[in-house]
């Protein structure tokens, strides 16, 4: 276990829904990532909060976006859903700086149908 | 966009036997990352190399980076079959700004 937490596990959503996905971070943590893992791929990065602030960016399209709470907890929320959008979205947690672990959450399986 | 990729996508051996796993990439890195995943849930970290090192061990995995080629392998020694699952490697350039590969899924055959 990794102090990571994420919510829920599974949600099956329609397209053009929204959604919001949550992660609680490790205590001592101030960084939270997202990532995105189609089945069979390796996870993309969405983005990173340290401190509230967006730090970082992959290439995904604005209506994904997120929230970083003064307790280092997180949301992701993703707006107009799309077929594509169904993927294991995993939450990870950090001290900020390079060369850091990051302790990953279980996930959330998300299907758009 | 992806940085790293793992070869072989997939890779099979008997239990007591080493597995080794390759990961090459495009850009410069400040470190080189691996981790593990079972059954598509979340990843554990297995080591972390730094782009001024070239080898680093941790129990039976040994990991090297080669800066020159852009490319770190991934050995575990004698095998098990609890080690079955994928692995990534992940590289920063940034703060904790990760890439990952597509990942090598290794099964062990008891």
């Known amino acids: 276990e990794t102090g990571v937490t994420q919510s829920p596990t599974h949600l099956i959503k329609t397209r053009g829904q929204q959604v919001t996905l949550r992660c609680s971070s490790q205590?001592?943590?101030?960084?939270v990532s997202w990532y995105q893992q189609a089945l069979g791929q390796g996870p993309q990065f969405i983005f990173q909060?340290?401190?509230?602030?967006?730090?970082g960016r992959g290439n995904f399209p604005p209506r994904f976006s997120g929230l970083q709470f003064p307790n280092y907890s997180s949301e992701l929320n993703v707006n107009a859903l799309e077929l594509d959008d169904s993927a294991l979205y995993l939450c990870?947690?950090?001290?900020?700086?390079?060369?850091?672990?990051?302790?990953f959450g279980q996930g959330t399986r998300l299907t758009v149908v | 966009s992806q940085q790293g990729e793992e070869d072989p996508q997939a890779l099979s051996i008997q239990e007591g036997e080493n597995a080794t796993m390759n990961c090459s990439y495009k850009?410069?890195?400040?470190?080189l990352q691996w981790y593990r995943q079972n059954s598509g849930r979340g990843l554990v970290h297995l080591i972390l190399?730094?782009?001024?090192?070239r080898e680093k061990h941790s129990g039976r995995l040994r990991v090297t980076l080669d800066t020159s080629k852009k490319s770190s392998s991934l050995l575990i020694t004698a095998s098990r079959a609890a080690d079955t699952a994928s692995y990534f490697c992940?590289?920063?350039?940034?703060?904790?700004?990760?890439?990952f590969g597509a990942g090598t899924r290794l099964t062990v055959k008891p």
């Open positions: 205590s001592g943590h101030n960084t």
């Open positions: 992940a590289t920063e350039r940034n703060n904790n700004d990760m890439r």
């Open positions: 190399i730094r782009s001024n090192e």
């Open positions: 850009t410069s890195i400040n470190n």
């Open positions: 909060y340290y401190r509230e602030e967006e730090n």
């Open positions: 990870a947690s950090s001290r900020t700086g390079a060369g850091t672990e990051a302790f």
